[in-house]
């Protein structure tokens, strides 16, 4: 064993974690070089020493400051939480308005039925200006038999059937 | 690690982890017991860290608090002390790297006092001497080599409990040991060289 190999195990040999077959050649080391022998009394007597050093105990306080942290925590953790739900609350309702919205928009802007109830009004209005059946007859040859196939332009033409 | 009388450490990480999952099913007084079982040693480990009562206390306070929020994702791989002491002393070090780079840690390590123990007065001076002058020793080293020489020989880890926390590998913990050793050489030899001298002499 070389000294390299003898200060691998010097931890080792302190908490007597080294086989049996490395512990022959580490105290045949141990007896024949000075300095490894130097270095591992060194390490027993520190280890001595700094294991007696005095074990600090934890205040008396120290408990009640978690709790009181603890607490503080939970109670911001819980009134964070809640602006959230209420944040959400408002975005539901908000999205639910929208939705709501959108729909009488898109069925009352594609409903055609609508715009040809509006028509029979302003046909009212425009009664005055019907053109004169009888003056149809006499200018367009046919005319009783004609069946326009739209019913808007027979009642914009005053025909009643 | 904390082990009660006769407690093996199977026991001990099976206590630990029962604690676990009663605090996790919503059980208050399981985290108090794991503060009980592990007050002196996070607070210890943080004193020698960063050398000052007050702020291992407050260091203590952070850290419990950080393991009570984190405690629901603690995945039973490991043992619990493990997780704590990877938390606590990780806490710690970053801490003391904050203040070191302030350039205040060894004087407040240095003006530390040990707390007095139960000897006899005559004892007890010869004591706190030595206590004073290893302590000032430790206060030292680095950052890195007080955390080494805290869970080694304050809180008695394994290399391998201490490679586990430091997340490192055990060659690299023996060498920091060894490291530390050879680094309080010169500032201690006189202590252990006068005892063995001492002893010699007795008949």
Known sequence: M??????ELMFDYVSGAVDADSLVDFRKHYGGCTACATTMRMIEAQE??????????????????????VRDREMLESLDAAP???????????????IALGTVFIVGG?????????????VVDIAPQQPDAAA???LVPGYENARPANPLADSLMGMNR | MSQLVDESPEEARDRDWALVRRHVEGDRDAFRQLYENYRDKVYASALRIVGE???????????????????????FESKFSTWLYRIAVNHAINKANEIERRGRIRERIAREQPPPPDDPPHLRAADRFVDERVLGAVAGLSTKLRAIIALRYLEGLSYGEIADVLEVSIGTVKSRLFLAH???????????????????GKP
């Not at chain 1, 594609?110 to 302003?122: G, I, M, Q, S």
């Not at chain 2, 291992?56 to 306070?61: G, K, R, S, V």
């Not at chain 2, 050879?182 to 010699?200: A, F, G, H, S, V």
């Open chain 2, 182 to 200: 050879e680094t309080l050489r010169p500032m201690i030899q006189d202590l252990y060289e006068e005892k063995e001298e001492k002893t010699e």
């Open chain 1, 48 to 69: 001595t020493i700094l294991t007696s050093l005095p074990r600090p105990k934890a205040p008396p306080t120290l408990w009640g400051r978690i709790q009181d942290q």
């Open chain 1, 84 to 98: 959230r739900f209420r944040l959400a609350g408002w975005a539901a309702a908000a999205a639910a308005l929208l």
């Open chain 1, 136 to 138: 149809m007859r006499r």
């Open chain 1, 110 to 122: 594609t409903r055609p039925a609508a715009t040809v109830h509006e028509l029979p009004v302003r």
């Open chain 1, 2 to 7: 070389n000294c390299e190999m003898f200060r």
């Open chain 2, 53 to 75: 009562a007050a702020l291992a206390e407050d260091l203590a306070q952070e850290i419990f608090v950080k393991i009570h929020e984190e405690l629901r994702g603690f995945k």
